[in-house]
């Protein structure tokens, strides 16, 4: 499973793209003492490009202004395995829909499909919003350290953490997939497992409707996608 909060969101939010001809930045910086592969992968796609953004050096990325997709950094992956991220290749995701209602941009971090890395969104040049709260305008939503994982749901190469699935992804089910018999947010409530991952990194998705906690708004010039901040 991969699931996109932010095109639910602005599906439930009734939320249309704006079309531009203008462009967007995203800065990745690997602030890890380790080299990462990056990976962008656009919203209906099934496979990003990846790219090598050594240890303490960046990588810049023009997009449109009507771009939707996430960024997200793996140590140590090759080929088909740096392009995709879901329940069986976690990855700590930064999603963004740029230029969406009344022009404003929305993000997050999603740990919903699971997480493998420290992560942080900043805004570049920022101003206004869409959510009425100064939180979430322009904000800057951070995990600076990965929560902690359940020894069943950790994913290791050769001996060392490679990722940490969701309850979704390990376990499957309606309840904790938001589907089924769970598909609206009035029946898929926060689980043990969610809610574990949210009390160590508040400002990230930890579940498939934790909307109202995880989902910025901005209108930036672009945005840096911070590993290890």
């Known amino acids: 499973m991969l699931y996109s909060t932010l095109l639910s969101f602005a599906a439930l939010a009734g939320f249309t793209v704006a079309s531009s001809g203008g462009g967007m930045q995203i800065v990745v910086k690997n602030q890890c003492d380790y080299d990462l592969t990056v990976s962008k992968l656009t919203n209906k796609e099934s496979t990003g490009t990846s790219d090598k953004v050594s240890q303490g050096s960046s990588k810049t990325y023009d997009l449109p202004e009507n771009w939707q997709g996430r960024f997200f950094g793996r140590n140590g992956c090759s080929g088909n395995d740096c392009k995709v991220a879901g329940g069986d290749s976690p990855a700590s995701l930064a999603e963004f829909t740029f230029r969406g209602a009344g022009g404003n941009d929305f993000y997050d971090l999603s740990f919903v499909d699971g997480f493998n890395l420290p992560i942080e969104i900043v805004p570049i040049n920022g101003k206004g919003g869409a959510s009425g709260s100064d939180k979430y305008n322009c904000g800057k939503p951070s995990c600076p350290t990965v929560p902690s994982c359940p020894d069943d749901m950790k994913l290791t190469s050769n001996g060392k953490f490679v990722g940490c699935q969701s309850a979704c992804s390990k376990y499957g089910t309606d309840e904790y997939c938001c589907t ?27 579940y498939a409707y934790d909307d109202s906690t995880s989902t910025y708004s901005c209108v930036a010039e672009g945005y840096n996608v911070v590993f290890c901040p």
Request: one cysteine or more.
């Open 180 to 206: 089924g018999s769970h598909n609206t947010p009035d029946k898929c409530s926060p689980n043990s497992y969610s809610k574990a991952v949210k009390d160590d990194c508040p400002s990230a998705y930890s």
